[in-house]
T-cell receptor, first 118, second 111 residues
Framework: GAVVSQHPSWVICKSGTSVKIECRSL??????MFWYRQFPKQSLMLMAT?????????EQGVEKDKFLINHASLTLSTLTVTSAHPEDSSFYIC??????????????FGPGTRLTVL | TQLLEQSPQFLSIQEGENLTVYCNSS?????LQWYRQEPGEGPVLLVT?????EVKKLKRLTFQFGDARKDSSLHITAAQPGDTGLYLC???????????FGDGTTLTVKP
């Protein structure tokens, strides 16, 4: 149980285009999902907290107009990187909380999406 | 702001050696998770500890939560190359929303 998928697993795009990344909880409902960015050999950097049916909460320094987050259902959240530039190249990871579990702070992570902007 | 400090940041050892990774904070957490991440993949949950002083074992891995629920340790006995990866601790506070992640410990176990 508690499986989270991400699609695509990797994407290469041209500078100026937009890229959408999907995060799905496959066998549980997730009222809260998180989006992280990770640089090589570093820890996770939280970008935003996504709550189903409401606006995402962005961390300080993260441009909400550039990184659009939509959490339209209890099993799906999407991150759209708008007008991508080479500096947006990174490993993006989502996670979800299984609210049924007794350990409410646990997060289950997707496999990540490697974005390369040329 | 809650902070979690992990140490050491990097650790390279030979197969068969023992090691301990530490996760420390000045804040109290309602629970603490340990994750392991391999390159190019997402972190995988190893364990959750919730009670001060709690000790959990997962095969060769032993996890301990400090009595005051401010710190935790991960001890690996007889490390194997398959233990190589980035180890992350994360502290949560009930109903606080997001968790606080440590900076991670990159472990390399050489055969």
């Amino acid at each position: 149980g508690a499986v989270v998928s991400q699609h695509p697993s990797w994407v290469i795009c041209k500078s100026g285009t937009s890229v959408k990344i999907e995060c799905r909880s496959l066998d549980f409902q997730a009222t809260t999902m998180f989006w992280y960015r990770q640089f090589p050999k570093q820890s996770l950097m939280l970008m935003a907290t996504s709550n189903e049916g409401s606006k995402a909460t962005y961390e300080q320094g993260v441009e909400k107009d550039k990184f659009l987050i939509n959490h339209a259902s209890l099993t799906l959240s999407t991150l759209t990187v708008t007008s991508a530039h080479p500096e947006d190249s990174s490993f993006y990871i989502c996670s979800a909380r299984d609210m049924r579990g007794s350990q409410g702070d646990e997060q289950f992570f997707g496999p990540g999406t490697r974005l390369t902007v040329l | 702001t809650q902070l979690l400090e992990q140490s050491p940041q990097f650790l390279s050892i030979q197969e068969g050696e023992n090691l301990t990774v530490y996760c420390n904070s000045s804040s109290v957490f309602s629970s603490l998770q340990w994750y392991r991440q391999e390159p190019g993949e997402g972190p995988v949950l190893l364990v959750t500890v919730v009670t001060g002083g709690e000790v959990k074992k997962l095969k060769r891995l032993t996890f301990q939560f400090g009595d005051a629920r401010k710190d935790s340790s991960l001890h690996i006995t007889a490390a194997q190359p398959g233990d190589t990866g980035l180890y992350l601790c994360a502290g949560g506070v009930t109903n606080a929303g997001k968790s606080t992640f440590g900076d991670g410990t990159t472990l390399t176990v050489k055969p």
